[in-house]
């Protein structure tokens, strides 16, 4: 197994001239036509490969074979003999007609040849990278269908390293006389001369690592576009500290902490701290959704206006087959479109940055975190369609929604990204396991259900107490039970503590989630 790199992304912004932001968006625009152009080849590949006897000959078999498992085999996930032989053969199909990583980035490269005054050998080989990433997750993950990319949407390019293409260089004197006299550092590409702006020590001192790669990225923020450079670089962030105090901004504190992520809140129990916080509080704040909501009613308004043949007389969108459907936008609804992007835009950036401070929070409580390992992804995803006694459907709502507004997801990586860069330990317990239903009052397991706020036995809210387990983890699979006993009484008067001082602030006019139980 290959040993992990240690690398960390430093985002700068560029300060940039107009006439160098035309050059950015016009390679931007090829490279997105590039990589259009590269998926309808590969797509032709596909359809022609898919077409012949020999692959579906292997998928047929693999399809009896599977057909014929016992539920307990297709659980269990283990191959056969005869199964191996034939994914090895349908492997040996897809690096016959090009699916790898080295004939797509081979095949990037050839395309980029009308194009080379704009875009260069390594910038195009990680186009082709990008492709063989949506294939390979088509091919082998869970990806659906390889998508075109639309006008506008291709937002960054990077290159291979820091010796040809995109690169960055210290101390530089202008050729160009873009500057005068030198810049700290400077970004060049192709022609391209801009002076990267960098404000504080951390970013100087996070200069002095070696550099992987470089990205140029494109946001739109309040309707304009900014343009960042981040630099990839090796080895371990530096060490934030406060510039007045001298003292560290994000101390890491030791010891094992027990995390229960739910839908809209966060359990972490330690030694000597319980916290039981909201995800993301000000992301879904009530003139948001209402600005939101507006704007998604006057945008179906103006697109019901402009393009009328494309429903039916009871308002539903006509089914139009293979034919494609085309929708006419009106200036106004493009203003409004940009309007949402902006809303959307500041609620990412918010729920970011909460994200960041909770993780924060969280490495000063510990450096040893044993997590519940949730799946949000089947979460996000639609119910089966059910009917009732009745004749009617149950409704095939999941959790999409909520889960796309706190990013539970997002903060676990975040927090596992922290641990590894800090040495840190990251366990996962599966959701499923007996460990989250064990009881060690009653020294029993007892499934909990979902709309259960509390632990009967302990008397503890279901997400503290889970976590309170987590916490006398002996590996990922064993616990501490007599541990568990002992720290009991500490945990409940905190835990106590904590629910006296959160109805107090309930009482006061703050709000919380109805999952906290509060």
Same mark, same amino acid.
């Given at each position: 197994?290959?040993?992990?790199?240690?690398?960390?992304?430093?985002?700068?912004?560029l300060k940039t001239q107009k006439y160098q932001e035309?050059?950015?968006?016009?390679?931007?625009?090829?490279?997105?036509?590039?990589?259009?152009?590269?998926?309808?080849?590969?797509?032709?590949?596909?359809?022609?490969?898919?077409?012949?006897?020999?692959?579906?000959?292997?998928?047929?078999?693999?399809?009896?074979?599977? +057909? &014929?498992? *016992?539920?307990?085999?297709?659980?269990?996930?283990?191959? %056969? $003999?005869?199964? =191996?032989? !034939? @994914?090895?053969?349908?492997?040996?199909?897809?690096?016959?007609?090009?699916?790898?990583?080295?004939?797509?980035?081979?095949?990037?490269?050839?395309?980029?040849?009308?194009?080379?005054?704009?875009? +260069? &050998?390594? *910038?195009?080989?990680?186009?082709?990278?990008?492709?063989? %990433? $949506?294939?390979? =997750?088509? !091919? @082998?993950?869970?990806?659906?269908?390889?998508?075109?990319?639309?006008?506008?949407?291709?937002?960054?390019?990077?290159?291979?390293?820091?010796?040809?293409?995109?690169?960055?260089?210290?101390?530089?004197? &202008?050729?160009?006389?873009?500057?005068?006299?030198?810049?700290?550092?400077?970004?060049?590409?192709?022609? !391209?001369?801009?002076?990267?702006?960098?404000?504080?020590?951390?970013?100087?001192?996070?200069?002095?690592?070696?550099?992987?790669?470089?990205?140029?990225?494109?946001?739109?923020?309040?309707?304009?576009?900014?343009?960042?450079?981040?630099?990839?670089?090796?080895?371990?962030?530096?060490?934030?500290?406060?510039?007045?105090?001298?003292?560290?901004?994000?101390?890491?504190?030791?010891?094992?902490?027990?995390?229960?992520?739910?839908?809209?809140?966060?359990?972490?129990?330690?030694?000597?701290?319980?916290?039981?916080?909201?995800?993301?509080?000000?992301?879904?704040?009530?003139?948001?959704?209402?600005?939101?909501?507006?704007?998604?009613?006057?945008?179906?308004?103006?697109?019901?206006?402009?393009?009328?043949?494309?429903?039916?007389?009871?308002?539903?969108?006509?089914?139009?087959?293979?034919?494609?459907?085309?929708?006419?936008?009106?200036?106004?609804?493009?203003?409004?479109?940009?309007?949402?992007?902006?809303?959307?835009?500041?609620?990412?950036?918010?729920?970011?940055?909460?994200?960041?401070?909770?993780?924060?929070?969280?490495?000063?409580?510990?450096?040893?975190?044993?997590?519940?390992?949730?799946?949000?992804?089947?979460?996000?995803?639609?119910?089966?369609?059910?009917?009732?006694?009745?004749?009617?459907?149950?409704?095939?709502?999941?959790?999409?929604?909520?889960?796309n507004e706190k990013g539970p997801a997002m903060l676990?990586?975040?927090?596992?990204?922290?641990?590894?860069?800090?040495?840190?330990?990251?366990?996962?317990?599966?959701?499923?396991?007996?460990?989250?239903?064990y009881s060690h009052i009653s020294d029993e397991y007892?499934?909990?259900?979902?709309?259960?706020?509390?632990?009967?036995?302990?008397?503890?809210?279901?997400?503290?107490?889970?976590?309170?387990?987590?916490?006398?983890?002996?590996?990922?699979?064993?616990?501490?039970?007599?541990?568990?006993?002992?720290?009991?009484?500490?945990?409940?008067?905190?835990?106590?503590?904590?629910?006296?001082?959160?109805?107090?602030?309930?009482?006061?006019?703050?709000?919380?989630?109805?999952?906290?139980?509060?």
């Amino acid at each position: 197994m290959k040993e992990k790199k240690e690398i960390f992304v430093l985002k700068l912004p560029l300060k940039t001239q107009k006439y160098q932001e035309d050059i950015i968006d016009k390679r931007l625009e090829i490279s997105r036509r590039m990589y259009n152009q590269l998926v309808a080849k590969t797509t032709n590949e596909y359809d022609q490969m898919i077409k012949t006897r020999r692959y579906r000959g292997i998928r047929e078999e693999l399809s009896q074979i599977y +057909d &014929s498992k *016992t539920e307990e085999e297709k659980s269990a996930k283990k191959r %056969s $003999s005869r199964e =191996r032989e !034939l @994914y090895q053969m349908l492997n040996d199909m897809y690096k016959e007609y090009g699916f790898t990583d080295f004939s797509m980035r081979t095949l990037a490269n050839n395309q980029r040849q009308p194009f080379k005054k704009n875009i +260069d &050998s390594a *910038t195009a080989t990680k186009i082709g990278y990008r492709l063989w %990433s $949506s294939w390979n =997750r088509f !091919l @082998y993950g869970d990806g659906r269908a390889v998508h075109f990319c639309r006008y506008g949407n291709y937002n960054s390019v990077e290159g291979n390293s820091n010796k040809s293409g995109i690169r960055i260089k210290k101390d530089v004197i &202008s050729k160009k006389n873009v500057w005068s006299g030198t810049t700290p550092l400077a970004l060049l590409w192709n022609g !391209l001369e801009i002076p990267v702006v960098v404000k504080n020590i951390y970013e100087k001192e996070a200069l002095e690592c070696e550099v992987a790669f470089n990205r140029i990225i494109r946001e739109t923020v309040r309707g304009k576009s900014k343009y960042y450079l981040q630099i990839v670089l090796k080895g371990k962030p530096p060490i934030k500290y406060n510039e007045k105090t001298g003292e560290l901004k994000h101390p890491i504190g030791e010891g094992r902490v027990g995390i229960d992520v739910g839908l809209q809140t966060l359990a972490a129990v330690c030694e000597n701290e319980v916290k039981l916080v909201p995800l993301a509080s000000r992301v879904r704040t009530k003139d948001i959704e209402d600005q939101k909501a507006e704007l998604q009613q006057k945008m179906d308004r103006s697109r019901r206006a402009m393009n009328p043949d494309n429903y039916n007389e009871d308002g539903t969108i006509k089914k139009q087959g293979a034919k494609k459907v085309i929708w006419v936008k009106s200036n106004h609804y493009k203003q409004m479109q940009l309007q949402l992007k902006e809303l959307e835009r500041k609620q990412a950036a918010v729920r970011k940055y909460q994200h960041y401070v909770l993780v924060n929070e969280l490495l000063a409580m510990g450096n040893q975190f044993y997590v519940v390992d949730k799946n949000y992804k089947q979460m996000q995803e639609r119910k089966d369609l059910k009917q009732k006694e009745d004749g009617s459907y149950e409704s095939r709502k999941n959790y999409g929604k909520v889960i796309n507004e706190k990013g539970p997801a997002m903060l676990l990586n975040l927090l596992s990204q922290k641990l590894e860069q800090c040495d840190g330990e990251y366990t996962k317990v599966s959701a499923a396991s007996k460990i989250c239903q064990y009881s060690h009052i009653s020294d029993e397991y007892q499934k909990k259900e979902t709309a259960e706020r509390y632990d009967v036995a302990s008397g503890c809210q279901k997400n503290l107490y889970v976590a309170f387990l987590l916490t006398h983890m002996i590996d990922a699979t064993e616990l501490d039970k007599a541990g568990c006993k002992e720290s009991f009484e500490t945990f409940k008067k905190m835990h106590d503590a904590l629910f006296d001082q959160m109805r107090q602030q309930k009482e006061s006019g703050t709000k919380f989630p109805a999952s906290m139980g509060i």
